[in-house]
């Protein structure tokens, strides 16, 4: 089943055009590449946390707002931030997110005192934000309708990938450099990373002419709805999965004895074991594989939950529980993008929609590593196994309602176009 198309999309569908071509899939890495290189800045602190702590005197809580700041805007404009794109255009938006993105982390670099921090990092999160709305709505409308799927499936796998290359160089960079000097190789990875994209994507003389903001009606609360009750599951999602990961070298510190760069290595390859499972969502999905049997395997992170932190303290356990939650966190996050395109009424509502996806995403993001920071200093790590147990299965129900309306629609359509 695919929504409908305006005139002047339809028009310019290269899928259309020339059914022989195949999609531009050098610019869609590009693309994947620019957010990997912001994904980079959502876990850049956690592998210098001691350094940083120190230096600053802060608490595994307030550690957790520092992480968790980038995703701060994100949090409250997603959806007003998706309805600008659409109208800026999100080749423009995207040169602009990655600039800002890279001046913000000069300036965290800079920073003096914890207030001074905080403030670069919601900076930085404006160009986070519009990175997370622009990137997967330029691939979605690259990519050739038999390649979306896994275009973006490929894609949700940005931050995994993103955070696990974070933290592997993160503990050596940052021993020998200093955090202050990891973050400004951040700052000019960003930075090679915005030229790049700027030579590849193409550019038109006005936003009004731009094939990508040519667009149909804005779409109302009634057309987003579904999308808005797939969102919900994302952040919930998001929410218990991702503080395992970002938080997952603290862990291995504190509780289990790992140096710096050993905590950041282990969890660098835990992270990116979301990639395989963001990576199947697409070609399962092409295989006819159901939206409602891939969601419910989010269920496994239930007993995941349980070894990471109530395992009987053992190393193995912990690794072995973080890795399936980091399995699960990329396959239920591709899940989500590859259903988008499915809830969404028309494809040019994409901006919006990635809007609603970045803002439930980032609000997750947000709230999740220092409500786990709070409950592990308050309560110990165990106490956070029934919050994720809870997030879960709220999220894999949202899910299967979510898969459930998808089949339906698609037997209303098939019998009309087929």
């Not at 968790?68 to 109208?87: D, F, Q, T, W």
């Not at 919900?232 to 509780?255: D, G, N, R, Y």
């Not at 919006?352 to 592990?376: D, I, K, R």
């Amino acid at each position: 089943m695919t929504p409908q198309l305006s005139s002047g999309e339809s028009q310019r569908d290269p899928a259309r055009e020339a059914p022989a071509s195949r999609s531009p899939w050098v610019t869609i890495i590009v693309i994947y590449l620019a957010g990997v290189a912001a994904a980079m800045s959502l876990g850049k602190f956690s592998p210098v946390e001691p350094q940083v702590t120190a230096q600053f005197g802060l608490s595994s809580s307030q550690l957790g707002w520092v992480i968790s700041a980038v995703v701060a805007l994100g949090a409250v404009a997603g959806l007003p931030a998706g309805y600008l794109v659409r109208r800026v255009g999100a080749a423009r938006s995207l040169v602009v997110a990655l600039v800002l993105m890279v001046a913000a982390s000069a300036l965290s670099a800079a920073a003096g005192n914890l207030t001074w921090l905080l403030t670069a990092r919601v900076a930085e999160s404006a160009g986070y934000l519009l990175v997370s709305i622009t990137c997967p709505a330029l691939i979605l409308r690259l990519a050739h309708e038999r390649d979306r799927g896994v275009a973006l499936s490929g894609w949700a796998t940005f931050v995994p990938v993103g955070i696990g290359l974070s933290t592997l160089a993160g503990g050596a960079v940052g021993t020998a450099l200093g955090w202050r000097g990891w973050v400004l190789l951040i700052a000019g990875t960003t930075l090679v990373m915005t030229v790049v994209v700027r030579a590849r994507l193409p550019w038109a003389s006005a936003p009004e002419t731009d094939p990508e903001t040519a667009a149909g009606s804005v779409p109302g609360a009634r057309a987003l709805a579904w999308p808005a009750l797939l969102t919900v599951a994302f952040c919930l999602m998001v929410l218990v999965t991702i503080p395992v990961i970002v938080l997952l070298p603290t862990l291995l510190i504190k509780e289990h004895g790992l140096s710096a760069a050993a905590a950041g290595a282990l969890t660098s390859v835990i992270s990116l074991a979301g990639v395989p499972g963001g990576l199947a969502v697409g070609l399962l999905l092409r295989r006819g594989v159901p939206l409602g049997a891939l969601a419910a395997s989010g269920l496994l992170v239930v007993p995941a939950a349980w070894l990471t932190y109530a395992g009987g303290g053992s190393l193995a356990a912990a690794v072995t529980g973080a890795g399936v939650i980091s399995l699960e966190n990329g396959l239920l996050g591709a899940l989500v993008f590859a259903a988008l395109p499915q809830v969404l009424e028309r494809l040019d509502h994409a901006d919006a929609g990635n809007g609603l996806v970045t803002q439930m995403g980032s609000l997750g993001s947000l709230l999740g590593p220092p409500l786990f920071g709070l409950v592990a200093g308050a309560f110990g790590y165990g106490a956070a196994v029934p919050v994720i147990v809870a997030g879960m299965a709220a999220s894999v129900g949202i899910l299967l309602l979510v898969a459930r309306h998808v089949s339906g629609r698609a037997r209303r359509v098939t019998p009309e176009t087929g």
